[in-house]
């Protein structure tokens, strides 16, 4: 649909191409919004649409969305990331430790006093994003250095942070957490929005606008496409490789310290399958495990498939066990429905302007891409 | 004085050996500001090597390389770049998931103006413009500024490409092999793209080849190599299929030369 548009009138896409992109995210955005007006017709009461159940559904997205939308980066760079729900846990230890241990003393906390909060809140956050951040540049520094495949070296950092984050507690959660944290940021509202909601739609859009606006997102897109061309452009690939992954681990730190304000304890037994729910987020949204490819507006989308699936099953009466299963369909689905699409976009686009150039316009390479569909 | 600097690049007695083989063995190459210059030879015969200490991928044994008059030092692909030398590889030329402006600009991104610009935030409409403008300067057309270079034929690939060395090699353009992975038709955009650039950049261009009709049909200088010497330097008009392929295939060695080889 998109690249009929895109040959027919390339000026008018301009608004278009800067949201989504010339491969758009038309197929994957209806079946949301499809699933969306099914299961309000279908709930008793048409209770999905109410607000409170959107209010519910945007708290259940937003920390894999924020673990999305870093994931969008790493594998638009060519790269994947399987250590983010790890470090979400090692955030949340140490964020919880932080502010436990500087809000105030136990027996003070065990009478619910806490005459530090406000330095033990901000030694936690800042100590949570910082501990993320510092294992996400440790994973870009061994990717680049050791030229290990970033899918060893981010499951022996999973393994690695998650067993730091069980030293440090001994297994436990953290008790000593000042409830105002949780009643501020946690589980408070602006405007009957979720605090975490509104913190992950202010990263996340910053985020579209690093990828789909800046040269750090451009060379993102290059890197992933061409990592030698972008050498060779001038583009210091191992910097910026370095920065995409502290970015991952900046916003899994984030996360964490979401986590604690939200559940009011490090959940060290929490965030197992984070890590795949991001990965399939942004597939599902489009974003290429091969690099190059992908948006954040499609992230977006696919972070919210899931989590619409999960709260339609369950208003529906089913056991939500089958909502991994529906999800694990769609990832498969969306993906395969992706590269078809792909494949007959290549020889569409190319059909008309292939008699570029200086002599016969008959290109025989015109039809390799039909052939392919 | 115009004389000396009419010779852009000059190299003499280039010699790179790689363990146990002798891949150059004292090799003299002239490149002239305007001109485009033919590397030819068969596989093996150290075509590739030389380029590449051009291009600063490699360094040479022993030997010395003036640009305009000054001896320089290639140590690295940015030092090449820096010296104005750009190189287009057979493949690994572009990222396909960018568009042809970004492509062209890429490492070297155009700016929004204020704050924006201080943010990062690149100016893609200013960037597509310029990157027409240079592939039109070039005598060639892309459909669309805006689509993913993934969406274009191999030729017009190659010529973003060759368009996007042409607009920041300052002095010397170098192609290896710029056409071997393309169709007849496409070869012939990308040829006459660089004829163009040599003309209208006035740069000096190096291209390797295989292909003897198309170096006839495109060099005004032509260096044949064989084992690691120069067997052949002539002009365009005093070469012939005939003579480019006795020199590639060493019929042009003097026995001297043969004896010292293996």
């Known amino acids: ?373 | 004085m115009t004389e000396q600097h009419d010779d852009v690049l000059v190299a003499t007695g280039i010699t790179k050996s790689f363990a146990h083989v002798r891949a150059l063995r004292g090799v003299d190459l002239t490149l002239r500001r305007g001109k485009v210059h033919a590397l030819v030879g068969d596989n093996g015969a150290g075509k590739s090597t030389l380029i590449k200490i051009l291009s600063g991928a490699l360094q040479p044994d022993s030997g010395e390389i003036l640009m305009e008059g000054e001896p320089v030092d290639i140590a690295s692909p940015e030092t090449a770049q820096h010296l104005g030398i750009e190189t287009v590889y057979q493949d690994l030329a572009v990222a396909e998931a960018l568009d042809l402006g970004e492509n062209i600009f890429l490492g070297r991104e155009l700016l929004r103006r204020g704050l924006l610009g201080h943010f990062g935030f690149v100016d893609r409409p200013a960037m597509r413009e310029r990157g027409m403008e240079q592939m039109q300067r070039l005598g060639t057309k892309v459909p669309s500024p805006s689509l993913p270079l993934e969406s274009m034929s191999g030729g017009q690939k190659q010529a973003v490409a060759v368009a996007r060395a042409a607009m920041w090699g300052g002095r010397v353009l170098i192609l290896d092999e710029p056409a071997a992975a393309l169709g007849v038709r496409q070869t012939a955009q990308v040829l006459n793209l660089v004829r163009r650039s040599a003309e209208e950049s006035n740069q000096a261009v190096v291209f390797i080849s295989h292909n003897v009709p198309q170096i006839l049909e495109i060099a005004d200088d032509i260096t044949v190599l064989h084992q690691g010497r120069v067997c052949l330097r002539c002009a365009k008009a005093d070469a012939s299929v005939d003579l480019l392929v006795r020199a590639m295939s060493g019929a042009l060695d003097s026995p001297a030369d043969r004896e010292g080889t293996e």
């Open chain 1, 1 to 373: 649909m998109s690249s009929e548009l895109a040959v027919a009138k390339p000026r008018h896409r301009k608004f278009a191409d800067m949201l989504t992109g010339s491969t758009g995210n038309g197929l994957i955005l209806t079946v949301l919004i499809a699933m969306i007006l099914v299961f309000t017709i279908t709930s008793p009461a048409h209770r999905f649409l109410s607000a409170g159940n959107f209010t519910s559904i945007l708290a259940d997205t937003s920390q894999i969305l924020l673990l999305a939308a870093g994931e969008t980066f790493i594998m638009i760079a060519g790269g994947i990331d399987l250590s983010c729900g790890a470090f979400v846990v090692f955030s949340s230890v140490i964020c919880a430790k932080l502010v436990a241990g500087l809000s105030a003393t136990p027996e003070q906390a065990s009478n619910l006093e806490f005459p530090h909060l406000a330095l033990g809140l901000a030694a936690g956050i800042v100590g949570g994003v910082a501990a993320g951040a510092a294992w996400g540049w440790l994973n870009g520094w061994i990717t680049v250095r050791w030229q290990v495949p970033p899918f060893i070296v981010t499951l022996g950092t999973l393994g690695m942070s998650l067993g730091a984050a069980q030293i440090i507690t001994g297994g436990l959660n953290v008790p000593g957490i000042p409830p105002a944290f949780q009643e501020t940021l946690g589980i408070g509202k602006i405007f009957g929005i979720p605090w975490i909601a509104v913190v992950a739609a202010i990263i996340v859009g910053i985020l579209w606008l690093l990828l789909a606006q800046t040269r750090f997102g451009m060379r993102t897109y290059a890197i992933g496409s061409n990592s030698e061309a972008a050498r060779r452009a001038g583009v210091n690939v191992p910097r910026q490789t370095i920065q995409l992954y502290c970015l991952m681990g900046f916003l899994a730190g984030i996360v964490g310290v979401l986590d604690v304000a939200r559940f009011n304890t490090a959940s060290i037994a929490a965030h197992t399958t984070d890590n795949l729910q991001a990965i399939a987020a942004a597939a599902i949204g489009g974003v290429s495990l091969y690099g190059g490819k992908g948006r954040m507006s499609g992230t977006i989308i696919g972070a919210f498939i899931p989590a619409v699936l999960h709260n339609g099953f369950i208003l529906l009466g089913f056991e939500p066990y089958w909502q991994e299963v529906a999800v694990g369909a769609v990832l498969i689905i969306a993906v395969y429905f992706d590269q078809v699409r792909r494949r007959s976009t290549g020889s569409r686009v190319q059909a008309p302007d292939d008699d570029a150039g200086a002599t016969t316009p008959n290109g025989n390479e015109v039809t390799h891409g039909s052939h392919a569909t």
